[in-house]
Nanobody, 125 residues
Framework: QVQLVESGGGSLQAGGSLRLSCTAS????????KGWFRQAPGREREGVAA???????IYTDSVKGRSTISKDNAKSTLYLQIDSLKPEDTAMYYC???????????????????WGQGTQVTVSS
């Protein structure tokens, strides 16, 4: 089974940017959805962004316009960049992969079946 490892988290200032990476042990999941999720203390895990095999992307409203999900198949790596960081972006961030549903990728956590261990992002004002 493919293993996912996130990196790039840390303590950041509001207004700054973060770039997270998720490296797969093998990128044989080319025809699967790849997504980023986050979970803040006391809150449910939520979808942040997802990218489908053809490169189409979807974002949750709270990061739309200031976030970019991308992938590098040659490096077996998924990326997430978020600009104009806000304290409410503070969370544990996870990458995950899952099957397409009806030919599309959604960002509902329950639709993803392989997860990384997470990387903490803390944004201070």
């Amino acid at each position: 089974q493919v293993q996912l490892v996130e990196s790039g988290g840390g303590s950041l200032q509001a207004g700054g940017s973060l770039r997270l990476s998720c490296t797969a042990s093998r990128f044989t999941y080319l025809r699967r959805c790849k997504g980023w999720f986050r979970q803040a203390p006391g809150r449910e895990r939520e979808g942040v962004a997802a990218i489908d095999p053809d490169g189409s992307t979807i974002y949750t409203d709270s990061v739309k316009g200031r976030s970019t999900i991308s992938k590098d198949n040659a490096k077996s790596t998924l990326y997430l960049q978020i600009d104009s960081l806000k304290p409410e972006d503070t969370a544990m961030y996870y990458c995950a992969t899952g099957p397409l549903y009806g030919g599309a990728c959604l960002i509902a956590p329950n639709l993803y079946d392989v997860w990384g261990q997470g990387t903490q992002v803390t944004v201070s004002s």
